[in-house]
């Protein structure tokens, strides 16, 4: 595009993988530590069919059996802060009740994903997890954007995927604003420390294609 044929990824995903490392670091600092290891992983080939998260799903470095649940982070927030964050599939597991509680200390909520009919849920890393009976989390952005107009979020998503998503014209731009993204990792890093630390495994709903699975797991 415009000469330029370098595909350099801001959004997706350089700002993920940056939010993955802030979140890592955190983990290391935080008081009291957590009761369980906390594994981050920073897989490859999502666009070539999940393969990264495919072979870790299938060769864990710990047995799934004990891995209470795995969250997922792809792009974040560059649009400013917002009232909601999107959890995709909302309602599959009892994670979402984690998010629930930690957006509503932030003074926002959780909020379904605006676009079902894309499958999103079937079409990024965590899916490899879910598939395997491992309670799995995917949050995005949330689309309320807290001092603009109704749709301004929605309208953003968009323009973005028309014009930037995998394309070179993805890259830091100056009007950026951090600080939705910043909300995102906090509850995204309080999720985290609270699951490691639960006496009780989180677990899928009732009608979850992927909840025989994890019981017939934990019986082993």
Do not use: C
């Not at 400013?80 to 200390?105: P, Q």
Request: glycine share 10%; charged share 25%; net charge negative.
């Amino acid at each position: 595009m415009n000469g330029d044929k370098i595909y350099h990824g801001a959004v997706d995903n350089a700002s993920g993988t940056a939010g993955l490392l802030e979140i890592a670091k955190a983990f290391t600092k935080v008081q009291p530590p957590p009761r369980r290891s906390v594994l981050f992983l920073s897989v490859t080939a999502e666009e070539k069919g999940l393969l990264g998260s495919q072979y870790y799903a299938e060769h864990p470095l710990y047995p799934l059996q004990q891995t209470l649940g795995e969250i997922n982070m792809d792009g974040l927030n560059v649009w400013g802060r917002t009232k909601d964050i999107v959890v995709v599939g909302l309602g599959n597991s009892t994670l979402d009740d984690y998010v629930r509680a930690v957006a509503a200390e932030q003074g926002r909520i959780a909020e379904p994903d605006a676009e079902p009919e894309k499958g999103y849920y079937f079409r990024s890393d965590h899916f490899n997890f879910a598939k395997q009976g491992v309670p799995a989390l995917d949050v995005n952005e949330g689309v309320d954007d807290i001092g603009r107009p109704d749709g301004w979020g929605m309208q953003m998503r968009d323009k973005f995927t028309a014009e930037t998503y995998h394309k070179p014209s993805d890259k830091v731009q100056p009007d950026w604003n951090l600080e939705g993204a910043v909300d995102d990792l906090r509850l995204l890093f309080s999720v985290g420390y609270r699951v490691a630390n639960t006496d009780a495994y989180p677990t899928w709903s009732t009608g979850s294609e992927f909840k025989a699975k994890r019981e017939a797991m934990l019986k082993n």
